[in-house]
């Protein structure tokens, strides 16, 4: 019974993660909700079957059916992702529903941030709302709370010295706000972890600059996992 929840569960998020990459594409003209989705290359309408997340990209060997252009490995890679985010939600609760929104609501400011380095702020408008209205602040010790300031001052230092963007200060912010300044802290740890492995490994010029948020929402689903 556990396996076939977390299947299920790993199929929404797979879901979640298309519908996500499908808002970021068209957020231009806005046409994300009652549109068809089709190929971006030859703008042919995609069937049902091409739809389906992971399996048609494997199935279609990561060509589209009829322009025989290739299809993004990364949506490929944030449709598994976001599986594996989804996986340990409760659908059935009203927390489960929130965790949902606030989780999908960072995919789609990764998603931004990894094609362009930046986002718009209303992708992260649901998030920092659910921080807002559900926060933690009354079960912060006194721990959490030094930790807290601490970490938005080195932040907001950061920022004044154009070394990062206000971004990142804004999804500590709701995490933090959300969870708890300890998991936000873990999550951002394992985070730059990640970043600093995944440098190494490309091997880009030293200036190159890498999306942050990205590896933000990978250590949240690692949290996910630890809790």
């Known amino acids: 019974m556990n396996l076939i929840y977390l299947f299920t569960n790993f199929v929404i998020g797979t879901c979640i ?4 990459a499908v808002i970021f594409d068209r957020w231009e003209n806005k046409n994300f909700i009652f549109s068809r989705s089709y190929c971006k290359y030859c703008h042919f309408e995609l069937s049902l079957l091409d739809e389906i997340p992971i399996i048609s990209y494997l199935l279609l060997r990561r060509r589209c059916r009829y322009c025989k252009q290739p299809i993004p490995s990364e949506l490929f890679l944030f449709e598994l992702v976001a599986g594996f985010a989804f996986s340990l939600i409760d659908f059935s609760s009203i927390n489960g529903i929130t965790n949902s929104v606030f989780l999908s609501s960072l995919l789609l400011t990764a998603i931004s941030d990894f094609y362009e380095n930046e986002f718009d702020l209303l992708f992260l408008f649901p998030a920092m709302f659910i921080a807002t209205f559900e926060n933690k602040l009354s079960a912060f010790t006194t721990l959490d709370f030094i930790s807290f300031v601490s970490i938005i001052s080195i932040f907001c230092w950061n920022i004044l010295k154009h070394k990062m963007g206000l971004g990142d ?14 998991t936000a802290n873990i999550i951002f740890l394992f985070a730059c972890f990640l970043l600093l492995l995944f440098f190494a490994i490309e091997n880009n010029d030293a200036n190159y600059h890498y999306p942050f948020i990205p590896f933000i929402f990978l250590g949240l689903i690692f949290t996910q996992f630890l809790n």
């Open 169 to 182: 200060l804004l999804i500590y912010l709701a995490i933090a706000s959300y969870l708890t300044p300890s």
């Open 17 to 20: 993660a298309s519908h996500m």
